[in-house]
């Protein structure tokens, strides 16, 4: 049997993980700045994650969600705690797709509506529901999902926004804090505090889907946090488990409290996957990786705008878009072969995507941009 061939891959096969740094079958080492595309909070095999998946694995790795699973409210209990946003149920569930699924049905459920409103650029994930509002994917949508009503809206167009918004139609709005695959724009802060006023005035729920800028990354817990708005719901996934397959919608039960018993998951929540998460939380809050994250990505930004061919960096913290004069395909691929450097690309042709681990300190930064900088000389 052959693998389904969805990816194209580059030839490098990495077969064991510590901190930012990633071993090839021949020991040869990457530093790793993707992140394995923003998953890698806390760094590869770290210790008190190791044990703590191994300690569950020891006790009981996985039962159904139609028993007591303390473990979920104990991962909920510490989100909160570090996170400081509260008052949220947490759902639990397996991957960024399926939380943006739930939470857009959450929305459709509350106030009966079918259409959905997101933005230029977007990217939500490839299941069905969440493929409808990926603006960035269009070209992967299938039959099955032509009749879905969805109106994007350029997400630089505060005026448009609100003007949908308002209207009134939509069930709710799904944006991204920080877009990742879309090339790291940013939604204005004061943008997101009127469209929550806009939300409230026309009864739209509110969605920040978190699933790729969230959990430290952007120097913030969350990144709409800088905007101080509270959304109706929030999508959680990547960085959350470190490589461990969870994710979560946190759901704000004072706008949704009726419709909890209409959704569902096999594995969502599971004793694994909570052990999991409960130790990126403890370790995120042991290192301070969210102010890690906040001092070390400024740092790293202003040195990124020194660099030759730089024309633009975009994002924040640890979430990082590195605009060159040029395409970066090439670039991408000598920093893997001829650097050992790995790091991501986006929608924007021109832009390197930089996602590293949120434990990384000085010394890997100032080896990340000896590294690229070596790979700008040669281009
Ligand atoms: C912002 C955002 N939302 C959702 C997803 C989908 O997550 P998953 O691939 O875990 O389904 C991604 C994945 O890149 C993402 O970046």
Redesign the pocket.
């Known amino acids: 049997m052959n693998i389904y061939d969805v990816y194209s891959l580059y030839d490098v096969t990495p077969v064991k993980g510590k901190g930012p740094y990633v071993y090839d079958e021949s020991g040869t080492e990457y530093l790793d700045f993707y992140g394995g595309?923003?998953v890698i909070s806390i760094g590869h095999s770290h210790p008190h994650y190791i044990n703590a998946i191994t300690d569950q694995l020891e006790q009981i790795a996985f039962y159904s969600n139609s028993v007591n699973n303390p473990l979920q409210q104990e991962l909920a209990d510490k989100l909160e705690a570090i996170s400081q946003v509260k008052g949220y149920d947490l759902f639990l569930i397996?991957?960024?797709?399926?939380?943006?699924d739930n939470a857009l049905k959450l929305a459709s459920f509350y106030n009966g509506r079918k259409s959905i409103l997101a933005l230029t650029n977007?990217?939500?994930?490839?299941?069905s529901a969440?493929i409808n509002v990926?603006h960035t994917g269009r070209k992967h949508q299938a039959p099955i999902n032509h009749g879905a009503e969805v109106v994007y809206c350029d997400h630089e167009n505060l005026e448009e926004i609100i003007k949908e918004v308002k209207s009134g139609h939509h069930a709710c709005i799904i944006i991204?804090g920080i877009?990742?695959?879309g090339g790291l724009d940013m939604i204005d802060p004061s943008y997101l505090q009127d469209i929550r006023k806009a939300c409230d005035e026309s009864d739209t729920i509110l969605i920040m889907?978190?699933?790729?800028?969230g959990y430290g990354r952007s120097g913030q817990f969350f990144s709409f946090q800088s905007a101080d708005i509270r959304p109706d719901i929030i999508?959680t996934?990547?960085g959350m488990g470190n490589g461990f397959?969870v994710?979560g919608v946190l759901i704000d039960p004072i706008k949704m409290p009726a419709v909890k018993s209409r959704l569902g998951t096999t594995y969502g929540g599971n004793h694994l996957a909570c052990a999991a998460s409960i130790a990126v939380l403890e370790v995120i809050r042991e290192e301070n990786l969210v102010h890690n994250a906040k001092t070390l990505g400024a740092q790293l930004k202003s040195a990124l705008a020194q660099l030759p061919y730089v024309t633009n960096v975009k994002g924040a913290g640890l979430m990082m878009g590195l605009e060159l004069e040029f395409a970066i395909k090439s670039l991408r691929k000598d920093l893997i072969f001829k650097h050992q450097l790995f790091t991501g690309s986006s929608t924007n042709p021109n832009l390197l995507r930089l996602l590293p681990p949120l434990n990384i300190n000085q010394g890997h930064v100032d080896q990340f941009l000896e590294k690229l900088s070596a790979g700008l000389k040669s281009i």
């Open positions: 595309h923003a397996n991957s960024g797709a399926e939380a943006n977007s990217f939500h994930g490839r299941t969440a990926t991204e877009q990742g695959v889907d978190e699933v790729q800028c999508t996934a990547k397959p994710s």
